[in-house]
DNA sequence: TTACGAAGTCAACAACCGTTGACAAAAATC
DNA sequence: GATTTTTGTCAACGGTTGTTGACTTCGTAA
């Protein structure tokens, strides 16, 4: 069940490039199954349902290497996972991306807040310290969000057409003065 | 047909606190006519069809007001008009949230995108003028929906819980760093 | 070779989707 | 008061949704 390219392996790709882009209700589990080239009725097998294959591409992800980082390393770290696709070799989604794509969905938008609020707010605040640890987490990451969405969902074209490294400039810029919020 | 309670208003009413929300896809013509109480059959007969009754509530957006707002003036009303929800008396949907709601949809993707970038991206870039308009006017629609994002949708308890008067001072503090940015 | 369990195929289900047309009720015009 | 126009009601349509169960095919162990 764990060969290379089995069933199993081509429904969860082709899951999580759909659901992370388009989100969780935009996705139907044919749209999944024609992508992956396999038949509808194997999602119910394999997964139970299209909510249990939905958690299963959320179950690949690892904690947000950001909070492993040295604290001088930690704006550096935090910004390029925000860039950095899933798949190393391939589709555009990432962990972000799916945050994003997801959390008005009438479903799973309950299940994104919290993991928001649980493995990246409460974590970054606790990490950053200092006085605010709270606020300075939470504007920390609407700079993060708040780029990511101009340049990949509504594709501003002042960020999404130069290269990543103007961007992450741009970002750093915003973060420093997030970090220095009240002191 | 402009009744106060017309049947018109109310299915505008409800499409729009509706769509604004959830987004296009996310809500059917039912969900719209079962809150309006009204018939399934009147969207088609006033609006034409789903879309229609999607457009109408788009044309009631006017054009962003900060834009119109003395240099000195301009960051405050930036910031207000993220807050302000479009309806002075009731509900929570504003053209930003709007924007975000349906910024991944399939079907009124490009549209929104379209609208974020020549309404709001590039109006804003010619009146920020000096050097790098077009990232700085990026920037700080960056931070204004991060904020927005963080507060709203993602209901980041150290956002959420604040008044709004803290909320502003923080967001204020990042946009003065975004203009600042390239000099 | 046989037997067995896993893997894949196919058609169908009930529910929901946007939309339509025939019809009844109400309002406005003459 | 009669006629016309507007407005609202109801049932149905073709299509899509997630899910299921019966079936065939395949690989492997006895």
Do not use: C
Request: hydrophobic share 45%; no cysteine; glycine share 6%.
């Amino acid at each position: 069940m764990s060969q290379p390219n089995s069933t199993r392996k081509k429904l969860l790709d082709a899951a999580r490039k759909l659901f992370w882009t388009r989100g969780y209700s935009n996705v139907s589990v044919r749209d999944i199954t024609k992508a992956a080239g396999v038949d509808v009725a194997l999602v119910s097998r394999y997964f139970g349902s299209k909510q249990g294959l939905f958690e299963a591409t959320l179950a690949e992800i690892a904690p947000w290497e950001a909070l492993d980082a040295s604290p001088d390393d930690l704006l550096a770290a935090a910004v390029a996972s925000f860039s950095k696709p899933f798949d190393p070799e391939g589709d555009q989604a990432n962990p972000f991306t799916m945050l994003l794509a997801n959390v008005i969905d009438p479903e799973m938008g309950d299940t994104v807040r919290g993991m928001v609020q649980h493995n990246l707010a409460d974590p970054l605040a606790r990490k950053l310290g200092g006085s605010n640890p709270d606020e300075r987490a939470a504007m920390l990451l609407a700079i993060l969000f708040g780029m990511a969405l101009m340049r990949k969902n509504f594709r501003i074209d002042a960020l999404s057409t130069k290269p990543l490294k103007e961007i992450e400039a741009q970002i750093h810029h915003l973060a420093v003065a997030a970090l220095q919020f009240g002191d």
